[in-house]
């Protein structure tokens, strides 16, 4: 399906990534060397926009901006950011509400992410979906789903096409340690193995569904092991990592594409803000928040790495600056923009039915 | 005293059956569990176990012999000393189900005393083979798939088993298993397998062995299918045809009897079609397949062995969203879909008999509801019944009832009466289910009713 350019969302092309402008074409397995410095600054540089462009979402949400529900990515930037750079072009992403970052990490356009949150008619579904339900064909980002676990079939059957086609992709299904928990991820795991379809299962394991925390929540809390009676191999992954995950992404990656079936990741990460905006997060100590982020963040870890490789600050500045610029211009879109014209109410409800001509 | 073999029932709507094959000859010893035939049904091929022990002293019915009625005795057996000559033996035990003299609408419609008019988009001069609703269903969805390599069928016992109600038949064999799925009991989970690979560019057709299981699902079809195409500004879409028997089979209890006609229909971004004819299941099947929407495609078990004419077309395609007058008539409008239609046909007849000539309406596709039809036929008639095997509390009938008063107010002489299932759960007791469900004679009472006669 030709997927639907908006007008009113001119390309942005700092916004088209080094990183997504290599996944442009396919590429081996980079499997599980370190980064190099150029790939530090680049993951650095996904990593921070993906921080900031949430850290303004929320500041928009305040304002009053941004309706209804809002959650908001901020400390698990590494688990979409590592992935998406052992990918190559044609894998598919499929997530749940937690969204904004993995469509940045895609390639789309952060102007037109922005604008959908504000609810106008330059946002990726012209207003319509919301943060919760967005998507590109053109990204091969499919959502951007509302229900809890619903995206895990859904990610298995992007699977299921790639194996029909026979094509080399891979689709990759996030969900959280709470949709862990549904039954039809359980559904989709028998199926998956059933077929041999290549499916990453990712469990972005933040250790709160909503406000249950996994040990309250689940009888095996170790979730990489939940494919087992089921014969998926998982593992678990320092999701607050961007190198570990890579590797692990790219492992998972030959063995999907090597035709075995699907794998199993669980990220072990955190999320620093609550569940969503309305969230005050009074089920976790601030101590433990504050812990995570200084001895863990996985964009400071990359800074790090970089200052110690010889990377000047200014350089890293320089990279603050152009994203910030970025974010602004996004947040400036997303205020001009117009709303969704009146008629559009009653668009995109179905298309011309067979037969009718109509 | 002899013992005799009767034909079996070997399904809730089973009647009649082939005896393909005799295990045992005249004269040969039977123990209880021997295999002593093989029984055809329109649904599966079966092979009957003896209960009784002795000598088979006679087989009734020959080998090969097609339309043998459930209960016929098909063999007698002698028990041990018994006198094998004994006088011709009387039938021993009565069916559990006897049929009873009055028709049962249900069961064997009434010989309609006119012949229903022909779809007028069909072409003249069309030649017409006769087939099964069964037929015509497996050969929209082989026509499709040879037509386009993204189709698929998935859901339980499609491939290998042939079909839970045989409806895929013959498929895996020229298809083979790739493209014919069969999955595992988890209806939610290939349910949203297929809306994924239809997001993907796919084609799925996702057989729930009965509308009731797809409950299970049901998520899937609303927030994943329905729902994708508007939340995502019309850039994603999920072409992906449901389809599979829905509403009341027969003696299959609560869970098993529903019509989820109304839920359905209930849902913007859905398609939801419900045909009568083998020539409408086929063509709006085909329809549906190639349509770009999300199609609910709900089947009647009762009506998947009933023959209709079927157009001999290279690509019989029935528009979607268009009823179809199935019956001219002047004095009162029937409107109904699916089985509801068998209700319909056998009441004009009687009606017909008491000087009313009835018009009747098969919407074939509930949503969207084709009302100008509907309009068009009260402007003539003045009077409207609605006729369905849903619950009457925001059943098709409602809406159906809420847009005429809207649309032709001025053009009723009397108040619109629904005919539904009974507002309760569907009971097991064969005289209760006949109770629930709604009948001929009901939609002949709400015709009188409206006609003031």
Redo the contacts between chains.
Sequence with gaps: ?A??S?PQKPASKSADTKAAAKRKSAKPDISGSPFTLEEDKEAYREMLLIRRFEEKAGQMYGMGLIGGFCHLYIGQEAVIVGLMGAAIKGD?I?TGYRDHGHMIACGMDPKGVMAELTGRAG????????SM?????EKNF??????VG?Q???????????K?RGNNNV?MTFFGDGAANQ??VY??F??AE??SLPVIFVIENNQYAMGTSVARASAQTNLSKRGVSFNIPGEQVDGMDVCAVRAAGAKAMTWCRAGKGPYILEMMTYRYRGHSMSDPAKYRAKEEVAKMRQEHDPIEQVRVRLLDAGVSEDVLKDIDKDIRAIVADAAAFAQSSPEPDPSELW??????????G? | MPTNILMPALSPTMEEGTLTKWYVKEGDDVRSGDVIAEIETDKATMEVEAVDEGKIVKLMVAEGTENVKVNEIIAVIAGEGEDANAPAPKAVTPAPEVKTSEPDATRAPAPVAFSVAADPEIPAGTTFKSQTVREALRDAMAEEMRRDEAV?VMGEEVGEYQGAYKVTQGLLDEFGP?RI?D??I?E???????????????RPIIEFMTFNFAMQAI??LI??AA???????????SPIVFRGPNGPASRVGAQHSQDYASWYAHI??L?VIAPYSAADAKGLLK??I????PVIFLENEMLYGKTFDVPELDDH??????AHVLKEGRDVTLVSHSHGLTYCLDAAAQLAEEGIDAEIIDLRTLR?LDIDTIVASVKKTNRLVTVEETWPVCGIGAEIAAAVQAKAFDYLDAPILRVTQKDVPMPYAANLEKLALPSAADVVEAVKAVCYR
């Excluded at chain 1, 946002?123 to 919301?130: A, I, L, M, P, V």
């Excluded at chain 1, 339900?133 to 064909?137: N, R």
């Excluded at chain 1, 499919?142 to 229900?147: D, R, S, T």
């Excluded at chain 2, 729902?227 to 879409?237: D, I, L, N």
């Design positions: 399906m997927p639907k908006s598919q499929i946002g990726y579904s012209k207003g319509k979906g919301g339900h967005m998507f590109s064909a499919y959502g951007g789903h509302g229900i619903a895990v079939p859904l990610g298995t059957g992007l699977g299921f096409a790639n029909y689709a039954g039809q559904e989709s028998n199926m059933l077929w668009t995109d409800i179905v298309a011309p039915l067979t037969g009718t109509a | 698929f790739r799925v999955t595992p988890t939610h989970g290939f349910a949203g397998l297929g809306v994924g690979a239809a997001f993907a560019g796919l998520d899937h927030n994943s729902k994708t195409r508007y939340m995502s500004g019309g850039q994603m879409a913007p971004g398609i329809a549906a190639r349509d770009p929407n395609l029935v528009p979607i969203g268009k969207p």
